[in-house]
């Protein structure tokens, strides 16, 4: 079975900056498209940045500029840079992977969600 573990969200003020990581754990033959979602209060979640395992990145347009998405292959952890923050940023983060787990011979395709950080912006 494959697991996100994130880590990295808090409390900061506007302007300030936070890194969230996720690590994926499990028996993961292939890590393909990772992701971080966001879902702030009343609101539906939606995309905040992908990665392609090579490397071809796509963010949402209010963060272009200010937040970066990379990811260490070696470690299967994706990362997200996230500065100039603004109280609009305030939302639990999500992390999103999907690839292929289990054995060469006995194989299947997953997508997995993290548990989720709180990242808030104060004013």
């Known amino acids: 079975q494959v697991q996100l573990v994130e880590s990295g969200g808090g409390l900061v003020q506007a302007g300030g900056s936070l890194r969230l990581s996720c690590a994926a754990s499990?028996?993961?033959?292939?890590?393909?498209?990772m992701g971080w979602y966001r879902q702030a209060p009343g609101k539906q979640r939606e995309l905040v940045a992908g990665?392609?395992?090579?490397?071809?990145?796509n963010y949402k347009d209010s963060v272009k500029g200010r937040f970066t998405i990379t990811r260490d292959n070696a470690k299967n952890t994706v990362y997200l840079q996230m500065n100039s923050l603004n109280p609009e940023d305030t939302a639990v983060y999500y992390c999103?992977?999907?690839?292929?787990?289990?054995?060469?011979?006995?194989?299947?395709?997953?997508?997995?969600w993290g548990q989720g950080t709180l990242v808030t912006v104060s004013s």
């Open positions: 499990g028996s993961i033959l292939r890590l393909n498209a």
């Open positions: 999103n992977a999907a690839g292929v787990a289990g054995t060469v011979l006995s194989y299947r395709y997953f997508e997995v």
């Open positions: 990665i392609t395992s090579g490397g071809t990145t």
